[in-house]
């Protein structure tokens, strides 16, 4: 009898505990994401990465359309669409064209008249961007929190121009060219001189007629 009883008592203890543990299991899982919701919430976040910012540069000799990396250059990639945004760039030429180095425009008009500028913006070449070719980057005086609204292209990879710590505070790039980039090469070939002082100046005017924001 007392080893039926235990018997029972054995049994009893071990439904018990089963019903627990099957309880648990079906508790809500509390703010823990379904795999599917958790797929979902993926999707969303990488679509909205991969929205990108493009700046299409209507040239008196053919489009450029530049991909803005605002991820890595927020405070540049600001600063240049708000000059987009104001029409800065309208009307403004590549003034300064160097072959197998870069082109420079967005300062100056035809007329070889500077145009007026916001405060400088802190540099932030040290973003992990490259000057390679085909890139978009601030131009600056020698203080490298000097940027204000002139940019250039580069027609080649400038490993001279990149940030190194403590050596080079560098040429903060803020995007790239992904349409165009014959263009960007033909512009830097064009014949160049001396205007106002400055040297590499186009004979003829390249002209930035436009710079708009468009769609992917």
Partial sequence: MIKRSLLYIIVAVAVSVCGCNSEK???????????????????????????????KLETSMGDIIIELNEQAAPVTVKNFLEYVEQGHFNGTIFHRVIPNFMI?????TAD?????????????????????????????????DSATCQFFINHRNNRSLNYIKNVNPGYTVFG???????????IAKVKTTTQMGMNDVPVEPVVIISATVVSE
């Fill in 25 to 55: 299991q079906t508790e809500p899982a509390g703010q823990e994401i379904a795999p599917i919701e958790k797929e979902i919430v993926l999707l969303e976040r990488n679509t909205v990465e991969a929205e990108k910012k493009l700046v």
């Fill in 176 to 186: 790239k060219t992904i349409e165009g980039m014959d263009v960007v090469d033909a």
């Fill in 104 to 108: 420079q425009g967005g300062g100056f």
């Fill in 112 to 144: 070889m008249e500077r145009k007026e500028t916001r405060a400088p913006i802190v540099n932030e070449a040290s973003n992990g961007l490259g000057n390679d070719r085909g890139t978009i980057a601030m131009a600056r005086t020698n203080d490298p």
